[in-house]
């Protein structure tokens, strides 16, 4: 625009401009106008909107980056094995732990009576705030406690000693202290660490020994003897408890309920036998203080000397500190061990979310979008649609209860299994349940995300095909959905991502805080939908803010959430993978 | 619609406000194919289509010329039912396909689909391979075996003159064409359930000059073996490849004829305006 054009804006015109012309009149010189490359006022120039936007994005960006980056480091953190310190106090009192964390804080008026001056003065000095440390130390059964708070002032000398080990139990937590016994074959034997590995393992084998006779061969047995209790009953309701036929079933039954009775003593007598031999290889544990404690060797899962570790063997038991994370079952109330139940039941419960999800969603999008007859009603529905999904997760977790455990469960329990009455079989929370409603909570999302898929097929596309003389149906079926897929697929991540991620729902529809056992078990018909589960997120909750110590509970938060993390990355992600393999197919369909 | 308005408030209707349809078409020697007899199209309450009445030439091209919103393309999908999928659609009067009328009742739209072949606009492959492409019409009728496919993909690509750039990539993806062939390719899916009628809507406009002679070309070919109807934009496409052409102007048919009377000596003064590009 050339400057005289400028001069030709009327004054009802964009002011801005016409600011501008005015601006461009006063600087004209006697030998023609000087020409400006720039001039606008801030108004109209966009750079403070594009800080202010930019700003905005690095804000989000540094919020999600330093939120990942906590989680991942104090989950990564965790497993790392810690030195353990020996602390003489001031009052003469020897404790033994591992650091965790400390900080500043004000001792009150009662701690500071009893310092001496000089402390006194030194805290007063600091503003009246003096450091403390909290160390884990361990040995609940015989303190009644895990941790214990140590201000620097109190302390009178920290030292690292080598003898002092880390034990990892089966039950009460970890102990922190010496081994001064070994016990094998009820004789006292020399402690050296080839010894005390080569014991420990074969403690363990013994152990896992145990734990599979009963879990699995005797856990068996019980539920088929359970079973024929079930059919006895089944019988005596169904024929009459007097008449022939039920007489005889019971009898059948009966029979059957004896052999097996039979191979659970033997079971029963190997896992005693193995049991028997197990307690003649004991250990003997001391804390700092001298107090002992006598265990079976098999009853601990991993010790090591903190403080002597070279780097190769930190690495190793951080990775099989991992390793029983991902592939164990939990212990101490979830605060230790793994949290395999849970992965399970995360993905079991997400994967059954989504067979229930997908046909439901884009059959219901397939209606709405190109058979309905769009009016006042498919507005009404589709509106309606939306609004689900702002409802509160609770709600439908109060609705899959009533609905879904109570009233449908319910019903199949009477009709289906009215021999195992009063106690409910689907008539309470399970992981049917828990993914019906989380198909339901998700299938708002499902159905939009479809719909749009759909309406964004050309119409030429679909002329063609019909065209061709394919029928509608025909249409939908080789061009519509293939094309649509790639959208389809970003509504089921969408969904997956909301229902992986969902907890409040779930606490009143089948997440139980320990599940001891899976949904998919080697026990016929193997795939068990009735049962509660555990789930991550509810695990979360639960070490961390439900357990009778969430102090040794905050660990297993920040690793939890990493494995959530982690799962629902690598869900979503295979499902993306997948879409963008649609997506190059139908790439470069219109011009 | 706001000419129509205006043409009816200033100059008085004649009789039945209908102007008759001048009628000088070429025969064809083979009857016709198409017979559309007073047929009338609304959607919703706008009448699209006014007393339509002319009747196509079997094995002639047929080329429908007229300004933008004349109702060209409408007449053309209605032949094959494809304004069906329009809401709120209505029609009456008759189009007849040997004898028998497409509107009437029982009638099987796909079915009647399968003798009307059709060419769009924008070329509209879909996302499969050439072959694909080309056998879908068959393979929706649940035609799986394949010496029958392949011997319909190499007549079809064969007529529709792509046959030699094809036959090597038969089974690559049908997007990676150029747009010319993308046309011709939906000239031999078209072609490839073996209709009486091919319907063409603009098939070159959105082509450059050279796809467009080869596409014009190929109708030059084709001629004879199908009855073509082809809507265009372009007069002189309509004088190069057409045998009769039928003038449209505001929902009516005003001159049906054979294309070299129509474009030299008119019979009547508004598709002679059209013609010589007075208006339009």
New interface residues.
């Given amino acids: 625009m050339s400057v005289s054009q400028e001069h030709d804006i009327p004054a009802s015109g964009v002011t801005g401009l016409a600011g501008i012309a005015a601006r461009e009149a006063t600087q004209q010189t006697p030998r023609g106008r000087r020409v400006r490359r720039f001039s606008a006022d801030l108004s109209a120039v966009g750079e403070p909107a594009l800080w202010a936007f930019g700003g905005a994005l690095a804000l989000g960006i540094i919020l999600i980056a330093g939120f990942l980056a906590m989680i991942a480091w104090n989950g990564f953190a965790t497993f790392w094995p810690k030195p353990v310190e020996r602390v003489e106090l001031t009052s003469g009192e020897v404790l033994a732990g591992v650091p965790t964390r400390g900080g500043p804080y004000r001792p009150g008026a009662a701690v500071l009576d009893q310092l001496d001056a000089e402390t006194r003065a030194a805290i007063a000095a600091n503003d009246g705030f003096a450091h403390r440390t909290l160390y884990q130390t361990a040995n609940f059964d015989l303190y009644g406690d895990d941790f214990r708070w140590v201000s620097d002032f109190e302390v009178a000398g920290i030292t690292r000693p080598d003898d002092f080990f880390y034990i990892e139990r089966q039950q009460w937590g970890v102990f922190i202290g010496r081994i001064v016994g070994l016990e094998v074959d009820g004789a006292a034997v020399e402690i050296t660490p080839d010894r005390l590995a080569r014991e420990h393992r074969a403690a363990r084998q013994r152990f896992a020994a145990i734990r599979g006779l009963e879990r699995g061969d005797i856990g068996r047995i019980n539920a088929l003897i359970e079973r024929e209790r079930l059919a006895i009953r089944r019988a005596e309701i169904r024929l009459g408890e007097e008449s022939p036929e039920a007489q005889a079933s019971i009898a059948e039954s009966q029979a059957r309920i004896a052999e097996l009775q039979a191979e659970f003593e033997t079971l029963q007598a190997r896992a005693s036998a193995i049991r028997a031999e197990d307690r003649t290889t004991r250990i003997t544990l001391e804390e700092v203080n001298g107090r002992q404690v006598e265990t079976e060797f098999s009853q601990i899962v991993r010790f090591f000397p903190a403080n002597t570790l070279s780097l190769t063997e930190k690495i190793g038991i951080y990775l099989s500190r991992w390793w029983e994370f991902v592939s164990a079952e939990p212990r101490e109330a979830n605060t230790q061990g793994g949290v395999l139940p849970a992965i399970f039941g995360t993905v079991a419960m997400t994967l059954l979310m989504v067979v229930f999800v997908a046909p439901f969603g884009v059959i219901t999008a397939l209606y709405l979008r190109e058979y309905a007859k769009q009016g006042r009603l498919t507005s009404i529905i589709r509106i309606s649609v939306n609004n689900l999904a702002g409802v509160p997760s609770i709600v439908y977790g109060v609705f899959g209860l009533g609905f879904f455990a109570y009233a449908m469960g319910g019903t199949i329990d009477q009709v289906f299994f009215p021999e195992a009455l009063p106690n409910p079989t689907f008539g309470k929370g399970g992981i049917l349940w828990a993914s019906l409603t989380l198909a339901l909570l998700t299938v708002p999302v499902v159905i939009v995300a479809t719909e749009e898929a759909l309406s964004a097929v050309p119409r030429s596309m679909r002329e063609g095909s019909l065209a061709c003389g394919a029928s509608k149906w025909q249409t939908i079926r080789y061009i519509v959905l293939p094309k649509a897929m790639p959208g389809i697929m970003t509504g089921m991540i969408l969904a997956m991502a909301r229902g992986a991620g969902e907890v409040a729902p779930l606490m009143l529809v089948g997440v139980v805080k320990l599940a001891p056992a899976l949904p998919v078990d080697g026990i016929a018909p193997f795939i068990h939908l009735d049962r509660s589960f555990m789930h991550l997120g509810f695990h979360i909750f639960d070490v961390g803010f439900q357990s009778r110590n969430s102090e040794a509970g905050i660990p297993m938060v920040f690793v939890t959430t990493v494995l959530l993390l982690t799962l629902i990355i690598t869900m979503n992600a295979s499902a993306i993978y997948i879409r963008n393999r649609l997506k190059r197919k139908y790439a470069s369909g219109e011009f | 619609m706001a000419t129509a308005q205006t043409t009816a408030q200033t100059t008085p209707p004649r009789s039945d406000g209908i102007e008759p349809t001048v009628y000088h078409p070429r025969e064809g020697g083979q009857g016709s194919a198409l017979d559309i007899r007073n047929f009338n199209l609304w959607y919703g309450e706008t009448q699209a289509l006014h007393d339509t009445t002319i009747d196509v030439q079997k094995g002639l091209v047929t080329a429908l010329i007229g300004p933008s919103g004349c109702g060209k393309s409408t007449l053309l999908r209605s032949l ?1 039912r ?1 304004n069906d ?1 329009v ?1 709120g659609l209505r029609v009456s009067g008759e189009v007849k396909v040997d004898g028998f009328d497409i509107y009437g009742p029982g009638v099987d739209v ?2 009647l ?2 003798r ?3 060419v ?1 606009q ?1 070329p ?4 499969m391979s050439i072959y694909d492409n080309v056998t ?2 068959l393979r ?2 649940g035609i799986t075996k394949k010496s029958i496919l392949d011997d319909t993909v190499e007549r079809a690509l064969r007529a529709a003159a792509l046959w030699d750039e094809a036959r090597d990539r038969l089974y690559t993806s049908a ?2 064409m150029s ?1 010319g062939q993308q046309q011709r390719l ?1 000239i031999a ?2 072609v490839a ?1 073996d209709p009486e009628v091919l319907l063409m809507d603009e098939p070159c406009s959105a082509l450059d000059p050279i796809a467009t002679a080869k596409i014009e070309n190929l109708i030059a070919d084709l001629r004879g073996q199908y009855s073509i109807v082809i809507v265009t934009h372009s007069m002189s496409q309509a004088a190069r490849v057409s045998d009769n052409t039928a003038f449209m102007y505001l929902g009516r048919i005003i001159e049906y004829g054979a294309t070299d009377t129509v474009f030299t000596t008119p019979k009547v003064a508004r598709t002679n305006d059209y013609v010589t590009g007075r208006f339009g």
């Fill in positions: 094959n494809m999928l809401d796909i079915a689909r399968k009307m072949g059709m769009f924008k509209n492959p879909f996302a879908y019409p929706v009728d997007l990676g747009g939906c899916r078209a359930s």
